[in-house]
T-cell receptor, first 114, second 116 residues
Framework: EDQVTQSPEALRLQEGESSSLNCSYT??????LFWYRQDPGKGPEFLFT???AGEEKEKERLKATLTKKESFLHITAPKPEDSATYLC???????????????FGAGTQVVVTP | DSGVTQTPKHLITATGQRVTLRCSPR?????VYWYQQSLDQGLQFLIQ???????AKGNILERFSAQQFPDLHSELNLSSLELGDSALYFC???????????????FGPGTRLTVL
């Protein structure tokens, strides 16, 4: 079965201390990878979609990259408001009708202290 | 704000009862997805509807059912509720762009279900 694994489970950073989160997947024929941010008790907030190896996307202090086996979310000079759980997800299933079945990793909980 | 709305925000009920969760997708989106998030299971896909028809199914319990109406809003019905059904239930929507790319799903704020 396809699997999505995120590491580390938790990350505690000082404000301004850059770091990276990892999302590795075992999916044959990756059709896309999604990054979301989730605050406690809230719905996941879309950050990035990556479709092919080598692709990179940036938004403010966040940068997502994709290789054939994993994706990284780089947080540059984080601020306390970047504290959240970051989730990655890949489409499940082999047929186009099943692409909507997103398979999520367990997430990385990031805490940024002043 | 993603543009996806869900009601109610909170629901407290007893075991054996039945509840209905409602979702309105973003304007123009044809697909609606339902997910369950519990502490021990993470975010789990339940079911997808596209323009009123069921398109994909996850490990959704037989006690759970969903439908999408002509105005594209969707309802998730949970019956014979058990303690273990307590969770956050999220709805997401996507536009369903043709061309072979996987759509980005935008999530609503969720409904927190507590079964006592």
């Amino acid at each position: 079965e396809d699997q999505v694994t995120q590491s580390p489970e938790a990350l505690r950073l000082q404000e301004g201390e850059s770091s990276s989160l990892n999302c590795s997947y075992t999916v044959s024929g990756l059709r896309g990878l999604f990054w979301y941010r989730q605050d406690p008790g809230k719905g996941p907030e879309f950050l990035f979609t990556l479709y092919s190896a080598g692709e990179e996307k940036e938004k403010e202090r966040l940068k997502a990259t994709l290789t054939k086996k994993e994706s990284f979310l780089h947080i540059t000079a984080p601020k306390p408001e970047d504290s959240a759980t970051y989730l990655c997800a890949v489409p499940g299933g082999m047929t186009t009708d099943s692409w909507g079945k997103l398979q999520f990793g367990a997430g990385t909980q990031v805490v940024v202290t002043p | 704000d993603s543009g996806v709305t869900q009601t109610p925000k909170h629901l407290i009920t007893a075991t054996g009862q039945r509840v209905t969760l409602r979702c309105s997708p973003r304007s123009g989106d044809l697909s609606v997805y339902w997910y369950q998030q519990s502490l021990d299971q993470g975010l789990q896909f339940l079911i997808q509807y596209y323009n009123g028809e069921e398109r994909a199914k996850g490990n959704i319990l037989e006690r759970f059912s969903a439908q999408q109406f002509p105005d594209l809003h969707s309802e998730l019905n949970l019956s014979s509720l058990e303690l273990g059904d307590s969770a956050l239930y999220f709805c997401a929507s996507s536009v369903d762009v043709p061309g072979g790319l996987v759509d980005t799903q935008y999530f609503g704020p969720g409904t927190r279900l507590t079964v006592l």
